[in-house]
C-alpha cells in the first residue's frame, strides 16, 4: 500500500471519516454517510475518490452490499472491527541475549503469526512489527514469557524507554530500558533478580521501541 501521505487531501479526508466511522459504530459508512459526513456535494464524487483508492490498495469494495467497505492494512488483508494486524516477525530475549528476531520457539507463538493492534497506535506511529518474548528479564515491567511487544522501528531512544537492542560485536539482540551514561550504554531488565547489560555506546544499535505489550493468558 502506498504511504498514507501520497493521498490527496480529499481522499484523506474520507479515509480518516470511514476509519472514525468504524470506530465509533463498528461498521463501514455507506456512500452517502461519507457524502453527509465529508460534505461532498454528491454521491459520484465520492464513488470517483473510492474507486482510485481502490484501485492503490487503501480499501476493497463490494458493490452488491450497501455497506460494503473494506478497509486494508499494510499486508492487503481488511482490517478487522476496526483494528490493524501487525506480523509477528521472530522472537526477542527478555533475559540473555539471542541472536537477533529469532524464529526459534516461533512455533509457540505459531498462532500469533499476525496480531491485531489498535488503529490509533498505528495512526501514532506508522510502520509496526511485533515479537514474541522469551525470557522474564521484564517482568516488573508487566512483560512475561510468552507476551507479544509491539515494535515501532527506530533507530534512536530516550533514557527509560523499552527497546530492541542490537550488540553487534555480540550479533545478539535483547529486550530492555534504555539508559545513555557517558560513553556506555546501560541496558536496564526489569527483573530484581537480574544484572544490566553495560555495553560501549558504539557496540549497541537500537533497532525498535516498544508501543504496546499483547499479554497471554
Known amino acids: 500500500m502506498p504511504p498514507k501521505n501520497s493521498l490527496r487531501p480529499r481522499q484523506q479526508q474520507i479515509l480518516e471519516f470511514i476509519e472514525q466511522f468504524l470506530d465509533e459504530n463498528g461498521l463501514p459508512p455507506t456512500v452517502r454517510d461519507i457524502q453527509r459526513g465529508c460534505k461532498i456535494s454528491s454521491t459520484s464524487v465520492v464513488d470517483y475518490n473510492l474507486r482510485i483508492m481502490e484501485r492503490d490498495g487503501y480499501l476493497k469494495r463490494r458493490s452488491e452490499v450497501a455497506r460494503g467497505i473494506e478497509l486494508l492494512d499494510e499486508t492487503g488483508q481488511p482490517v478487522v472491527n476496526g483494528s490493524v494486524r501487525v506480523q ?82 555480540e550479533e545478539e539482540a535483547t529486550l530492555k530500558k534504555f539508559y545513555r551514561e557517558g560513553d556506555q550504554i546501560r541496558l ?30
Not at 111 to 127: A, N, Q, T
Not at 131 to 156: E, R
Not at 189 to 217: C, H, K, W
Open 188 to 217: 536496564q531488565p526489569a527483573n530484581s533478580t537480574m544484572e544490566p547489560i553495560y555495553a560501549d555506546a558504539n557496540n549497541v544499535e537500537v533497532r525498535g521501541r516498544v508501543v504496546e505489550v499483547l499479554r497471554q493468558f
Open 88 to 169: 509477528i516477525v521472530g522472537s526477542i530475549a527478555a533475559g540473555e541475549p539471542i541472536p537477533a528476531f529469532s524464529t526459534e520457539g516461533a512455533a509457540s507463538a505459531a498462532e500469533f503469526d499476525i496480531v491485531e493492534v489498535r488503529p490509533e497506535l498505528k495512526k501514532k506511529h506508522g510502520r509496526l512489527f511485533a515479537l514474541s518474548v522469551k525470557g522474564t528479564s521484564m517482568i516488573d515491567a508487566l512483560i512475561d514469557d510468552g507476551d507479544v511487544v509491539v515494535i515501532k522501528p527506530t533507530s534512536t531512544a530516550r533514557n527509560g524507554e523499552m527497546v530492541v537492542a542490537w550488540l553487534k560485536e
